[in-house]
Nanobody
Framework: QVQLVESGGGLVQAGGSLRLSCAGS????????VGWFRQAPGKEREFVAA???????YYDDSLKGRFTIPRDNAKNTVYLQMIGLEPEDTAVYYC????????????????????WGQGTQVTVSS
């Protein structure tokens, strides 16, 4: 019903910036919440940011305002803008789509999401 493709990852020096893209397909995509999660080797998938179909945004407090999540419904694309990258940000970044009608707090839980992209690697070097 919904397909997602991430892009924009790569290798960047500490302090640099990247913008990740999550391109969605399906006529109901704009109604879904879209979340960004990341997973480093040996760690659990971690919530980064999310945006609801109505435009509400959610962030993990530990990011200290470095990440933002714009959404362009005309392009069926959600972005993750990252600045001030640190080596600790190194991970595979995934976007997921969460169906309408989810409960409060669900956007922060990876196991609530209905669809996932393939992930894009972000590596931050010292």
């Amino acid at each position: 019903q919904v397909q997602l493709v991430e892009s924009g990852g790569g290798l960047v020096q500490a302090g640099g910036s990247l913008r990740l893209s999550c391109a969605g397909s399906g006529h109901t995509f704009s109604n879904y919440a879209v979340g960004w999660f990341r997973q480093a080797p040996g760690k659990e998938r971690e919530f980064v940011a999310a945006i609801s179909g109505s435009g509400s945004r959610y962030y993990d407090d530990s990011l200290k305002g470095r990440f933002t999540i714009p959404r362009d419904n005309a392009k069926n694309t959600v972005y993750l803008q990252m600045i001030g990258l640190e080596p600790e940000d190194t991970a595979v970044y995934y976007c997921g789509a969460l169906r309408p009608g989810y409960g409060l707090g669900s956007v922060r839980r990876s196991n609530e999401y209905d669809y996932w992209g393939q992930g894009t690697q972000v590596t931050v070097s010292s």
